[in-house]
């Protein structure tokens, strides 16, 4: 049985809407919306977020997605599913989680550079910076009983 520890929600709504109008933003940019839902799905993988990982594998189902990709998605460098650009998508997302070095970003990022604009590469890093806030939002409120 999940409780609640606090609802952010409730407890800063003003907050919780500007969080809000930077994700309608990041939807509005031109990345593509499966794209996002890898990078949103994969974050939540690493940062062990359940319930963003049940939403965003929901709504990367609901925009058509396939199956087999998101069942390799935690493999994704090791298969042949993802395109280039997904690929170096995911080396980014993977890096700003988890590393995070500059010699890593430096080398990451130049991969990046050759498959996204400048814009492109903003709203994806702002999603990354975003789904791990969500993550951590989330994690940090959620208590779980058994």
């Not at 709504?13 to 949103?40: G, Y």
């Not at 604009?117 to 791990?132: E, P, Y």
Request: aromatic letters at 8%.
């Amino acid at each position: 049985m999940n409780e609640i520890r606090f609802d952010y929600r409730k407890e800063n709504p003003a907050a919780f809407e500007a969080l809000i109008q930077v994700e309608e933003a990041i939807a509005n940019s031109s990345l593509p919306a499966k794209l996002k839902h890898l990078i949103k799905l994969r974050v939540s993988q690493i940062n062990g977020c359940e319930f963003c990982i049940d939403m965003h594998l929901k709504e990367a189902r609901k925009d058509g997605e396939s199956q087999d990709r998101l069942d390799k998605l935690v493999v994704w460098s090791e298969v042949g599913l993802f395109s280039s650009s997904e690929k170096a998508a995911l080396e980014w997302a993977e890096a700003l989680t988890t590393r995070g070095s500059a010699s890593d970003l430096d080398s990451i990022y130049y991969k990046l550079a050759e498959q996204f604009d400048a814009n492109q590469i903003a709203n994806l890093s702002l999603a990354i910076a975003m789904i791990n806030q969500w993550n951590r939002l989330q994690i940090s409120c959620a208590h779980k009983r058994f």
